[in-house]
């Protein structure tokens, strides 16, 4: 089923696959025109924490976690980019190092977009500033939201707010009363919802108990989304 109207997605996905929605032709060579396309195996690395850009990426397939690493070596993914969305950009803009890591989820297809290209692009398109300028405010909004899950939530209600979400980014070819899977290890989705792994693998145990999800493996299938929006309890 759609979510759409039962629970505001949009407080918690980023919205870069707009910024090259309706550019023009001339606008999209300028900026594609020595994209280098590469293949990314589960796992591999795209880029490092507090290393220094060289260009952009943009995912033509599979989907991207973004994430640091705390003080005790742990991962806390911040954010899942999906098929359409641009990464690493933000260390271009301020001219300083990556803040995050990324790695494939999946096997992946990217595009690398060198730094001179991306950021010509900018200075000759108004179109496309303008739409990162719209983009970066969204992304801003996305992780105060986060960071107000992490301190109002229960592990159980944050568990609950994240399947949605990635239920919204596995949906392929989505046709009413399929059910989505979603192909997350446990590991990584306790490092999304920013728990112990035996937490997360306690409270998956009590949804599929309940009839809310069922699983294969690693995948888990979200079988009636409404329950996971009433424990999620966000409007």
């Avoid at 407080?11 to 300028?30: N, P």
């Avoid at 950021?119 to 300028?133: C, D, G, K, Y």
């Avoid at 192909?183 to 145990?205: K, Q």
């Avoid at 299938?221 to 966000?234: Q, T």
Wanted: charged residues 25%.
């Amino acid at each position: 089923m759609s979510i759409q109207g039962l629970f505001p997605i949009a407080k918690w996905d980023f919205q870069t696959e707009s910024i090259l929605a309706g550019l023009d032709a001339a606008e999209r060579d300028l900026l594609l025109a020595n994209r280098q396309d590469q293949v990314y195996r589960k796992g591999d690395t795209v880029f490092r924490e507090g290393t220094f850009p060289s260009g952009i990426f943009y995912i033509q397939k599979g989907k991207i976690k973004k994430f640091k690493i705390d003080d005790n070596r742990r991962e806390q993914i911040i954010y899942v980019a999906n098929k359409g969305e641009l990464i690493g950009y933000h260390a271009l803009l301020s001219q300083g190092r990556h803040p995050d890591s990324a790695a494939a989820l999946e096997e992946c297809m990217l595009s690398f977009i060198p730094a001179d290209d991306f950021l010509r692009a900018i200075q000759q398109s108004p179109a496309l500033s303008q739409r990162l300028l719209k983009t970066l405010a969204h992304e801003f909004a996305v992780l105060a939201n986060s960071l107000s899950l992490f301190t109002h939530k229960s592990v159980r209600e944050r568990l609950a707010l994240q399947l949605i979400v990635m239920r919204e980014k596995y949906k392929d070819r989505f046709e009413p009363g399929m059910v989505v899977a979603i192909r997350l290890s446990r590991e990584d989705l306790s490092n999304l919802v920013g728990t112990a792994r035996e937490n997360v693998v306690r409270i998956l145990a009590e949804f599929k108990r309940e009839g809310i999800i069922s699983t294969k493996g690693s995948t888990i299938l979200v079988n009636d989304v409404n329950k996971l929006i009433a424990i999620a309890d966000y409007k």
